[in-house]
């Protein structure tokens, strides 16, 4: 069975890092690309990132261009997100997703919630 596991939401200040974790299982992690992907209250989901399965590849929104890096560990099954900068308008639920080419995202986590306020 896959699953995607996100952690590592919580509040913060604007201007501040956090660094999100999807640890990944039930399927070859290192096969397939992944993408990170953000709903905002009342607003409908948000491509955020995309990294492809080896790692050295990497695709952002124009929103994050500069401010969030994603990663992955093949050897730990976990994708990451590193947002730095951050702005109330990055709060939103955090989503990670299997993203095979061609075929759209097809598993997702449940998210683990940002919030960026004073």
């Known amino acids: 069975e896959v699953q995607l596991v996100e952690s590592g939401g919580g509040m913060v200040q604007p201007g501040g890092s956090l660094r999100l974790s999807c640890a990944a299982s039930g399927f070859i992690f290192s096969n397939y690309d992944m993408a990170w992907v953000r709903q905002a209250p009342g607003k409908g989901p948000d491509w955020v990132s995309h990294i492809n399965a080896g790692g050295d590849t990497t695709y952002y929104a124009d929103s994050v261009k500069g401010r969030f890096t994603i990663s992955r560990d093949n050897d730990k099954n976990t994708v990451f997100l590193q947002m730095n900068s951050l702005q109330p308008e990055d709060t939103a639920l955090y989503y990670c997703?299997?993203?095979?080419?061609?075929?759209?995202?097809?598993?997702w986590g449940k998210g683990t919630l940002v919030t960026v306020s004073s």
């Open positions: 997703a299997r993203d095979p080419p061609n075929d759209g995202m097809d598993y």
